[in-house]
């Protein structure tokens, strides 16, 4: 069994466990395992939606990871486990929000580490986020990297911290004897993103001539299949308790729209709005239509476009060296989005 890029992958043991398989990362991670012969057993919530596994030759397992007994059932049997579940907000949440974000992100990661060390899992990944790595608070679109602390002292949402919180519950098991390493994601693109993610919506709008406007900024971007080679190298050849970054290239707003034209034959549009403005614009729809409504669609959260106006690079150094991670290309992930949404009969929505 070898990777993508020919290198040696190592068969399990038994039952290789994916939380998070119906999201968008999850869904392209339990394709190429099984494509790969792998027996996977992928938790869901039986109440969410969970089309992204339709069709699959897998086992279900009904669960939440809130319940640690229910966790410790899952991994049993398993000799790795892949945690991609988590709560993912870029929105101010409300104080119910903020809770349900802290227990699944962090006392959800904290059930699954117990429940690997106790039922004797081989090895874990944890799916981190880049919002979890530290920043330069001076220069925030100079390069990052896993050795930067999580600066704390930022407006950062809550999503973040959570994030940054997760990845300590899985060094407190690394502590206790736990292979765990954690992949860290940057903003995915690519096929089988039925929710759809929020790039995803982007692209969608895009295509079906509903994007108006938009922002300076940018960010790192990573193809589905990259993100997906990048946990199998790290569950294979990852040091317990490294974290490894993870990004195809950075691209502005620009670039990602001009590949985006290239791809559906569309102007992109003319109006580019400065970031105080767009600032101003969303935080008054998140303190009046949302308030009303809370859950109404909001393209670019307060929190998005903070980020975006980072600018903010990373420096993938370390998965290129320890693991022998080689990203390919951000215009082929959005090409298969592409061919993804217009298969899906998403694109006239």
């Known amino acids: 069994m070898t990777t993508e890029a020919g290198d040696p992958y190592r068969a399990p043991r038994g039952v290789t466990l994916v939380t998070g398989g119906s999201g968008h990362f999850g869904a392209n991670l339990v394709r190429r395992l099984l494509a790969e012969g792998h027996e996977v057993r992928a938790l869901i919530q039986p109440e969410a939606n969970n089309r992204a596994l339709d069709g699959l030759e897998l086992e279900r397992f009904a669960g939440d990871v809130r319940d640690p007994l229910r966790m410790r059932e899952a991994c049993g049997g398993c000799g790795q486990v892949f945690h991609a579940a988590a709560k993912v907000s870029t929105r101010a949440p409300t104080p ?145 308790g490294r974290r490894y970054l993870l990004s195809t290239e950075f691209l502005t707003l620009d670039g990602l729209l001009d590949v985006f034209a290239e791809l559906v034959g569309r102007a992109k549009p003319r109006l580019r709005v400065p970031v105080p403005l767009m600032k101003t614009l969303s935080r008054a729809y998140a303190s009046t239509v949302r308030r009303v409504v809370p859950d109404a669609p909001q393209r670019l959260t307060p929190g998005a476009i903070e980020i975006l106006a980072m600018n903010r690079h990373a420096d993938i150094s370390l998965a290129r060296e320890e693991l022998g991670f080689e990203p390919t290309s951000i215009r082929e992930a959005a090409r298969e989005a592409h061919e993804f949404f217009r298969d899906q009969g998403m694109l006239c929505r």
């Open 96 to 240: 119910a929000q903020e809770r349900e974000i802290w227990e699944i992100n962090v006392l959800g990661t904290r059930n699954v580490v117990r429940a690997c060390l106790d039922e004797g899992v081989d090895r874990m990944c944890l799916t981190g986020s880049f919002s979890g790595i530290g920043i330069d608070p001076e220069t925030p679109s100079r390069p990052v990297h896993e050795g930067m602390p999580f600066y704390p002292f930022m407006d950062w949402l809550p999503y973040a911290r959570s994030k940054t919180l997760a990845e300590h519950e899985v060094l407190k098991g690394v502590a206790e004897g736990l292979e765990a390493v954690i992949a860290i994601s940057t903003g995915i693109i690519g096929p089988h993103d039925f929710l759809p993610s929020r790039t995803g919506k982007v692209l969608i709008d895009f295509a079906s001539g509903k994007l108006r406007g938009y922002m300076p900024g940018g960010s790192e971007f990573v193809r589905a299949a990259d993100l997906v080679e990048g946990h199998l190298l790290a569950m294979a050849k990852g040091k317990p």
